[in-house]
């Protein structure tokens, strides 16, 4: 069992979900301990159990509760692995079993504790460590623990009891119809009123009398402290009133004066009974001199005998261990259990019985002696006597009579075999050729077994049961032959009985791409047959996605779909129909052959279109790409892996795919592409006349700062090119994009920024373009971005993303990149959050499945799901993406030295921070829980708290007496760097203090150079500090990311820590990069104690994002989340 429970649910309550029938059955369940185990998930507020029923396995249900407006909490809805489903006996026993937890969840071991006065120890006004005069600290602590001699004697408690008092309802009536609804029965019991025994609580006065004194059921939780109740008596009423409250079977609102005993529906109740003798409670009586028994067993029976006119006296007996009682005298607790009083003295004696109490005992209880003439024994035991027998214990104390044997009833089974695949059940005993209901008949041990196995086999019997479709054909072809094996069962069928059969064959699969007019998407043909039959597509596939273990075919024979070919065809067919979302049948894309060959390794058979298995084939020999001579035009030596690079990008050019070359930063990738378009103006020169529609340029798009690299290495490397740069509108520069291809020098490649190609989209999308290339790709990863969209909708038979950052942030990255060049191998972005992002990041699927009644999966289940996604994603990209690191292929690079500078903020720094710190983490830790709608706030608290970690004067001038620790500590690294003849670039994402570092730069006569987004001369900029001898260079992170060589410097300062790993690694690759000559020093300043130090750490989890691709057993990151930035907050 749980170690807390979940909340009480009232009786009534349970009955109204599962109904009357059910509950009971629930009852029997919980009382006889089937419910092998609970759950409760308190935030999702679901309640689960595991309760063993006729089946080899238990059953697995969950119960939604939801809470009141007035505190109350109600079950809304249920379901069970049980043939029922929902609303069943097993949810009512679960609910059962966890209002007992809850009963029990303050237990004998705190109950002890409070007896022991643990939890009523005196407050003094000692300090706490403090120790007594005169007395050793050591002594102090010891005799605290152990309740020694220098412990204080615990107060005082009032004693409490448990008072009992037989009591007469009293019924309303035209000339009564208000005032008390009960009254003390006297000492001359009025047989003919209803009895019932009431319970209160009562405390010990100063006279030693048991007295009300005001305390009530309702009183107790707030009297405890006043009148000095003991805390482990208090705590036992609290339990007695709360099962009193969860298993009575009407709601009546609070608890009056007395509590009724036949309204406490749990067992439970003899537990607390012997628990209150176990710590103290007595049970006593209203009056004086009143004796309370409780005892251990209550048996109730008929005894038949013959008086001396030979008429039979049925006489009820009640025993209570075996004492006789008078039935006049007597009532039921619930149904567990029984008391009898007498008077004169007052005597009440309680005690459980073995079996729930049933109707027609209680009947039994107050019926006076029954005599059945003599002429009518003969009717009595051969029409009265069996069915009372099936009901009841029967027997003849003094042996008058002789009680027949009862005829053994047998279990009978009539099926009914009707119209369109349906079968009718009914099921009831038969005796002597009478037919009884099936829960009439009492059985024995043996029936009950009969009884036991058939429901092993149908999951449960019910009366009247109609099934249809594959469940009639399921239990007709195999449960029923096996009931009709039972011994002790008798079948008769009535109707013709079908022939349904099961196909036991392995099925075989067959696959089939064939072309359509649509570019780039094949119609995929799916093909099942099993022992010569096929199986239809569209039903075969319905049954697989709604989980269904069989399929019923028209011809009445069913197949087994728990079948390893069938999961594995389910999970293709899947990604297949998500990747053609938008279409009407099933397709395949020409950049699925990854998903091609598991069909292909799947199936028997496979029938491919030719176009497709020249494409697939190309692709799915990926590892192998024959190599490509570098053009004549290219005026460079390639390193091998840049060779390898190249043939990559001529096998994707000559196949018309798309790609993403994801290289480490500095690998020379603007050269790969370079070579790839000067071999794609080879090919177009050998192209006759009659395919000069292919003679078209590439379009190449870069940011604003690169536009003016490509023309330059262009020059350098591929001077055969003609390569026309595009640097402003139409409408600025008056000349139109279609002027620009087709002037007098033509245009073999046009260089344009993301702002022009998005501003004349128009003029861009009217030119009938070879390619197109995006350059530092990471600018169109938000797919909502206009630059996206016109990245997608650009007609180009080839698109080449070229970045060195495929993944910034998140998978969807990713994601939007491939949507762009590789159109088809992914869905939606919505189908891909649910299939690969959710799953590998562990987050709950978006779908039905992450609906908040969902089973929830195991950590293992998580971890395997996104294993599995993980590997899909790997093999999906990895012919379409190349990424090379510079530890894997420029091993002649020289060291990367990285080291964290951890500074300390001054004293009054540190005050001021801490000061903003408490009030910024109260301001958001109300807003982050909807981090969309006020993610404004949050990240303009986050970057006020990095400025200060940085400089208090960014934040307020005010501030601007407050030294800057890391400013200092610069200054000490750059004299250091700066005296042995070294040079350093700076970085930092906030260009205030940067200007805060050139001013201490200009104080202590170190000459720099500056740059961030609004420098007007960038090329000049970079050009001074790259042939001139000013030792520093300050960046802002944003401008300086990308789109740099700066091998010159030797050193790199990282001012302030960001929680993107890939920006912060494109900054230091400025300078680590092919030709570098020297050692290169990294260096991060992260203030301790700050925010900064959160992300560092956060920076770390994130590290793995593009491992995650390219290497085993890594985990994607996602974006920055309300838990992410609730770490931030963390002291």
């Not at 019923?552 to 990604?575: G, T």
């Not at 060291?895 to 001021?912: C, S, T």
Request: hydrophobic letters at 40%; one cysteine or more.
């Amino acid at each position: 069992m749980p170690s807390e429970a979940a909340p009480l649910v009232d009786v009534s309550d349970i009955i109204r979900l599962v109904g009357p029938d059910a509950f009971q059955r629930g009852q029997g369940y919980a009382r006889l301990g089937s419910v092998v185990e609970t759950h409760w998930d308190a935030d999702a507020e679901i309640l689960t159990g595991t309760v063993r029923g006729t089946r080899p396995h238990p059953y697995q249900c969950s119960v939604l509760l939801a809470s009141t407006p007035g505190g109350r909490v109600r079950p809304t809805s249920s379901i069970c692995s049980c043939p029922m489903e929902v609303d069943c006996k097993h949810v009512a026993a679960t609910l059962l079993v966890n209002n007992a937890a809850q009963v029990r969840r303050f237990d004998r071991v705190q109950v002890a504790s409070g007896l022991a006065g643990g939890s009523s120890a005196s407050v003094t006004d000692t300090p706490v460590g403090t120790p007594a005069t005169g007395s050793p600290a050591w002594k102090t602590a010891l005799s605290d623990l152990a309740g020694g001699p220098s412990t204080p004697r615990a107060a005082a408690h009032t004693p409490m009891a448990l008072q009992f008092e037989l009591r007469e309802q009293l019924l309303r009536s035209r000339s009564r119809w208000n005032g008390p609804t009960a009254r003390p029965a006297g000492a001359a019991v009025d047989q003919t009123a209803t009895h019932r025994l009431g319970v209160r609580p009562v405390i010990r006065s100063k006279t030693g009398n048991w007295v009300r004194s005001n305390i009530t059921w309702n009183s107790l939780a707030y009297l405890g402290n006043r009148l000095e109740l003991e805390p482990g008596q208090q705590l036992w009423f609290a339990q007695f009133a709360a099962l009193h409250r969860a298993t009575r079977e009407t709601f009546s609102g609070q608890e009056a004066d007395w509590l009724y005993l036949d309204d406490f529906q749990s067992p439970l109740l003899w537990r607390l009974l012997d628990d209150a003798r176990v710590i103290g409670i007595p049970l006593v009586g209203s009056k004086k001199d009143v004796s309370i028994t409780v005892g251990t067993r209550a048996d109730l029976s008929i005894d038949v005998r013959t008086d001396e006119a030979g008429d039979l006296r049925l006489a009820s007996m009640l025993a209570i261990d075996g004492a006789r009682h008078p039935v006049s005298a007597a009532a039921t607790v619930g149904d567990h259990g029984i008391y009898a009083w007498a008077v004169a003295p007052w005597t009440f004696t309680l005690a459980p019985t073995e079996r729930a109490i049933g109707r027609d005992q209680r009947r039994l209880l107050g019926q006076p002696e029954l005599v059945v003439p003599r002429d009518d024994v003969d009717e009595f035991l051969h029409d009265f006597y069996p069915a009372l027998r099936r009901r009841l214990e029967v027997t003849s104390v003094d042996d008058s009579v002789t009680l027949p044997e009862l005829a053994r009833p047998e279990l009978l089974l009539t099926v009914t075999f009707a119209p369109k695949q349906t079968v009718r059940l009914e099921w009831a005993w038969r005796c002597d050729g009478a037919r009884s209901a099936l829960r009439a008949a009492a059985i024995d041990d043996e029936q009950a077994e009969i009884v036991e196995r058939v429901e092993r086999l149908t999951g449960g019997l019910t009366p009247n049961t109609t099934l249809q479709g594959l469940a009639a054909a399921e239990f007709a072809g195999t449960v029923l032959p096996a009931i009709e094996a039972i011994v002790g069962v008798t079948v008769e069928t009535v109707g013709e009985r079908p022939d349904y059969r099961e196909l036991t064959d392995l099925p075989k699969l067959t696959v089939k791409t064939v072309e359509t007019d649509k570019r780039d998407w094949f119609d995929l043909g799916v093909y099942v047959t099993v022992e010569g039959r096929d199986i239809p597509f569209t039903k075969l596939f319905k049954a697989l996605s709604k989980g269904q273990k069989k399929l019923l075919l028209v011809d009445n024979s069913y197949l087994s779909l728990d079948q390893p070919i069938f999961d594995d065809l389910k999970l293709l067919i899947e990604e297949a129909s998500a990747l053609a979302e938008w279409e009407t049948g099933l397709r395949i894309s020409r950049y699925q052959a990854s998903l091609w060959a598991e069909f292909e390794d799947l199936a028997d058979e496979t029938e491919q279109a030719a176009t497709w298995r020249e494409a697939a084939a190309g692709l799915l020999a990926v590892e192998s790409v024959e190599a490509t001579p570098l053009p004549g035009g290219v005026k460079a030596t390639l390193r091998p892996y840049q060779q390898e690079g190249f043939n990559w990008l001529a096998f994707l050019w000559r196949h018309r795919l798309g790609g993403i070359l994801a290289d480490d930063m500095g690998l020379g990738k603007t050269l790969q592409a370079l070579a790839l378009m000067e071999h794609a103006r080879g090919e177009r020169q050998d192209i006759d006349s009659q395919n000069a529609p292919e003679l078209r340029p590439f379009l190449v798009v870069a940011p604003t700062s690169v536009v003016s690299n490509w023309v330059t290495e262009a020059g350098r490397f591929t001077p055969g090119l003609a390569v026309q740069a595009v640097t402003a509108t139409e409408s600025k520069s008056r000349t139109s994009i279609a002027g620009i291809v087709a002037g007098p020098d033509g245009a073999d490649v046009v260089v344009t920024s993301y702002a022009l190609f998005r501003l004349d989209f128009e003029a861009y999308q009217a030119i009938d373009w070879g390619g197109l290339i995006l350059d530092e790709a990471q600018f169109v990863k938000n797919h909502a971005s206009k630059a996206h969209v016109c990245a997608v909708e650009l007609r180009a038979p080839f698109k080449l993303a070229i970045t060195g950052t495929p993944m910034e942030n998140s998978l969807a990255d990713l994601w939007s990149l491939f949507a762009i060049v590789a159109p088809g191998l992914f869905a939606s972005g919505r189908r891909f959050d649910d299939e690969y992002l959710r799953p590998i990041s562990g987050r709950p699927s978006g779908g039905a499945a992450g609906a908040r009644f969902a089973v929830s999966v195991t950590e293992a289940e998580a971890s395997a799901l996104a294993s599995e996604r993980l590997a899909r994603l790997r093999r999906r990209i990895r012919p379409l993406m190349m990424r090379r690191t510079k530890e894997l292929v420029a091993t002649e690079l020289p060291a990367k030295q990285e080291q964290v500078l951890r500074i300390d903020l001054a004293p009054r720094h540190r005050k001021l921070y801490d000061t903003f710190l408490q009030k910024e983490r109260q301001k958001l830790l109300g807003l982050i829980e909807d981090l969309d709608r006020n993610r404004f706030i949050v990240f303009r608290s986050l970057t006020l708290l990095r400025m200060l970690s940085l400089d208090a004067s960014l934040v307020d001038e005010a501030y601007a007496d407050i030294p800057s620790s890391k400013l200092d500590a610069l200054l000490e690294q750059l004299d250091d760097v700066v005296a042995e003849g070294h040079r350093a670039l700076i970085f930092s994402q906030f260009t205030s203090f940067l200007g805060r570092a050139a001013e201490r730069l200009d104080a202590a006569g170190i000459r720099h150079e500056y740059l961030d987004g609004s420098t007007l001369h960038r090329p000049e900029v970079i050009a001074r500090f790259k042939t001139g001898d000013a030792p520093v260079f300050l960046i802002s992170l944003k401008a300086g990311g990308f789109g740099l060589n700066l091998t010159e410097a030797d050193y790199v300062f990282l001012l302030d820590p960001w929680w993107n790993p890939a920006t912060e690694s494109q900054a230091v690759d400025r300078t680590h990069r092919i030709g570098q000559t020297r050692s290169v020093n990294v260096y991060r300043l992260v203030s301790t104690g700050t925010i900064e130090e959160k992300v560092m750490a956060l920076r770390d989890r994130k590290a793995a994002l593009f491992d995650a691709v390219m290497d085993d057993d890594a985990m994607f990151s996602t974006a920055l989340t309300a838990e992410d930035i609730r770490g931030l907050l963390d002291g």
